[in-house]
């Protein structure tokens, strides 16, 4: 497809659980951006990746939170241990590198038992 | 305190009315300002980038205001699909990690 792409849409999961949320950016995108949304909340920072590495993942909450992007395309976001406050949507994002447009997938939510 | 900071409402509005909101921002580094709109459970979309001189889209104006660190978004003539959550959304000079408010919710009334 021409835009990006997320996976799981929805995951259930217990607390102490390891998750892990998929991205597939737009072909061609040097940006990568994850961002975790809680009802009522604007996105938060997560971590972007200029390629192949992370550029800044000042965002993630702890160590419990990692993200990949081995080959400077897919990026996988891994949560461990789960807890009841990781509960949100996981927004992932691409954009060319440059200031400009952020095209926002439609989201995997999470939810944290 | 919050690094973009916007008045969450809900403006409740009529159709054809002008809206306005502002949202604030506190690294003085800031360089980059963009409106994105958010429908109801749905991805957030970019509205319109935020210029120096201010720019224009239609019905849709901002504005940037780098003395008082603020941003602003003007709708006129409002109509029932214009209600959203608009967000406001700032990166600093060097930088491309963006920043987004809180956002604020508009429902335009028939």
């Known amino acids: 497809g021409a835009g990006v792409s997320q996976t799981p849409s929805n995951k259930v999961t217990e607390k102490g659980k390891y998750v892990e949320l998929r991205c597939d950016p737009i072909s061609g995108h040097t940006a990568l951006y994850w961002y975790r949304q809680s009802l009522g909340q604007g996105p938060e920072f997560l971590i972007y990746?200029?390629?192949?590495?992370?550029?800044?993942d000042s965002g993630l909450p702890n160590d419990r939170f990692f993200a990949v992007r081995p080959e400077g395309s897919v990026s996988t976001l891994k949560i461990q241990r789960t807890e009841r406050g990781d509960s949100a949507v996981y927004l992932c994002?691409?954009?060319?590198?440059?200031?400009?447009?952020?095209?926002f997938g439609e989201g995997s939510r999470l939810t944290v038992l | 305190r919050k690094e973009v900071e916007q008045d969450p409402g809900p403006f409740n509005v009529p159709e054809g009315a002008t809206v306005a909101f502002n949202c604030t921002y506190s690294n003085s580094a800031s360089q980059s300002f963009f409106w994105y709109r958010q429908d109801c459970r749905k991805e957030p979309k970019l509205l319109m980038s935020?210029?120096?001189s201010g720019n224009e889209d239609g019905r849709f104006t901002a504005q940037l205001n780098r003395a008082s660190q603020y941003i602003s978004l003007l709708i006129r003539d409002s109509k029932l699909s214009d209600s959203a959550t608009y967000l406001c959304v700032v990166s600093r000079s060097g930088t491309y990690k963006y920043i987004f408010g809180t956002g604020t919710r508009l429902k335009v009334l028939a």
């Open positions: 935020v210029y120096s």
């Open positions: 990746f200029q390629g192949t590495g992370a550029a800044d």
């Open positions: 994002a691409s954009g060319a590198g440059e200031a400009g447009e952020l095209f």
